[in-house]
Nanobody, 127 residues
Framework: QVQLVESGGGLVQPGGSLRLSCAAS????????IGWFRQAPGKEREGVAC????????HYTDSVKGRFTISRDNAENTVYLQMISLKPEDTAVYYC????????????????????WGQGTQVTVSS
């Protein structure tokens, strides 16, 4: 019974900040990689950040490096995406997804590798 629930999206002005949450249930968070993906109208779904299973190493696509930070709170079974210096091009539906780790460090920014998905949360960056 795996479930992922995103929250925290909304409307912010350029340069603003948001923190997205991905609440996980039905599995132990440390045993899975958790990725954040986004999809804007007319664009393909893009992997933006991932925190690996096991050691919790973090990985980012180039367009968000230095602005987005992925983290996890194992006690709360929640993964966060802290976003600062937001730009209009960050506007998208943001999804979290889980990839089983097979007892070792695994990570990916490829949506095809992920097993479970949340429902998405809308982020809109506009003046």
């Amino acid at each position: 019974q795996v479930q992922l629930v995103e929250s925290g999206g909304g409307l912010v002005q350029p340069g603003g900040s948001l923190r997205l949450s991905c609440a996980a249930s039905g599995f132990t968070l440390d045993y899975y990689a958790i990725g954040w993906f986004r999809q804007a109208p007319g664009k393909e779904r893009e992997g933006v950040a991932c925190i690996s299973s096991s050691d919790g190493s973090t990985h980012y696509t180039d367009s968000v490096k230095g602005r987005f930070t992925i983290s996890r709170d194992n006690a709360e079974n929640t993964v966060y995406l802290q976003m600062i210096s937001l730009k209009p091009e960050d506007t998208a539906v943001y999804y979290c997804a889980a990839l089983e780790g097979y007892g070792s460090r695994r990570y990916s920014l490829s949506e095809r590798e992920f097993d479970y998905w949340g429902q998405g949360t809308q982020v809109t960056v506009s003046s």
